[in-house]
């Protein structure tokens, strides 16, 4: 009954900030998201079974491969859960780990389980702090603990999944430039009786990085990058492991996405994973760690929150004038932008003018543009190493008329974002998200420097030239195309 009051509660709350019909949309899709899942723990235990062949090839590779350190920061963690946190790491078919762990609690109840592990098996490495340091300083500390040329994050009350430490340590050998890697995530209840609710991720990508903490767990860092970015910062309780990713992937040389689901999130009552209320606070601080980043970068911007806690938009400033421009007819020639209208099912070349800045390539001849729809495209264009930007586009039945594909996402149980109706924010509500893609939407601007010496090519060669030269193809959700009947 409680449980019942608090989801109406949160539910009135939303409607009120938000609107009806984004609550309407967004249970929608939840429920039709947990329907396709269905089958989501049957294939998550045939993914995670390790044959004999698997597990000796995991024993070989500790032998020479590099010792990794698991931090974890411990406060007043629940009994059941401690043992179960530490039994998934020294469980590991990788055995060349370290478990590093900083109490911040009051009472001994950790220290007593803690010490028994300790005594048990020298892996394990324990240190009560004098008092409670908050979440930073107590990562800080277990950090100070590692002896490991790799650390990895894990929440005091979180499992790894069998193989996570093997395929990290597999990842990282046999890239040498790779100082991070990461891994698919997904929730557990309290009782470890149910699995759901995977985030298939993509691989790094940074500007969807800027949208929300998609890498979050399990994540794993060359030690010696750790400390030179400063550890955690207490500043960012709350998001303080967004803050520390951000900082390092900023300096690491390669990043790396092994995309295989590896780490649980435990749901209770205060989780973040379960109640995203239950701590505003970190979302804030979200917020403003992807402010003091965007800082350290030289890149202007103003971070904004959406209808979805931990999603975020940035408003890039832009040159470009705000001028009413509501469809393509009146917008070719303004301010020295190119419309070329093309057929998408054909895949014929387009025509390239020399003469231009930027050139808008469009399969959709007759639409409705939103508010701002030329600024938001530029300001985006504008952008240092960024040579194409996507608009959102829905067609005549107000559906996305292109899927929206970031590299690197195995989704076994979701399909295309093509065909998703107006109001619906799609998988990890990545529809509303910035983010770099792999294939452009209907309808995006490119810089026309970019473009000087092609002749007649197609929209796929096109692209390809593009990236070539080393600039980045985003997706702007913010700059949307209406299809007219």
Sequence with gaps: MNRMVKLCGRGLRYVRQYGSAKLYYKIKERAERNRAESGYEAWLLEQLKEDDDAIKKAAELAEKGPLISILVPAYETPPLFLRQMIDSVLEQSYGNLELCIADGSPSDKVEKIAEEYERQDSRVHYQRLAGNLGISGNTN???????????????????????????????????????????????????????FQPHFKPDFNAEYLLSNNYICHFFVVRRELAFRVGGFREEFDGAQDYDFILRCTEQARKVLHIPKVLYSWRCHASST???PESKLYAYEAGKRAVAAHLERMNTPGEVLGTANYGFHRIRFPGKGLEILINSFANLNGQMGVKVVYYDKACNNSVTIFQDCDYMLFTCVRKARLSEGFLKELCSCCERPGVGLVCARVYDKRKRLS????????????????????????????????????????????????LLKGLASPSIEELCTAITKQGYRMLYDPWAIVYESR
């Excluded at 894990?154 to 430039?177: I, N, R």
């Design 273 to 275: 994973a379960a109640n």
């Design 402 to 449: 292109s899927d929206i594909r970031m590299k690197g996402v195995q989704d076994p149980f979701g399909g295309s974002m093509e065909g998703q109706k107006e109001g619906c924010t799609g998988y990890f509500h990545r529809v509303e998200l910035h983010q770099e893609v792999e294939v452009p939407t209907d309808c995006f601007l490119v810089k026309g420097e």
């Design 141 to 195: 500390a277990a950090l100070s603990m590692t002896k490991g040329k790799y650390v990895g994050l894990l929440d005091h009350d979180d499992l790894l999944l069998p193989g996570a430490v093997y395929e990290a340590a597999k990842a990282l050998s046999e890239t040498a430039d790779a100082d991070a890697v990461y891994t698919d995530e997904d929730k557990v209840d309290m009782e470890l009786t149910r699995h």
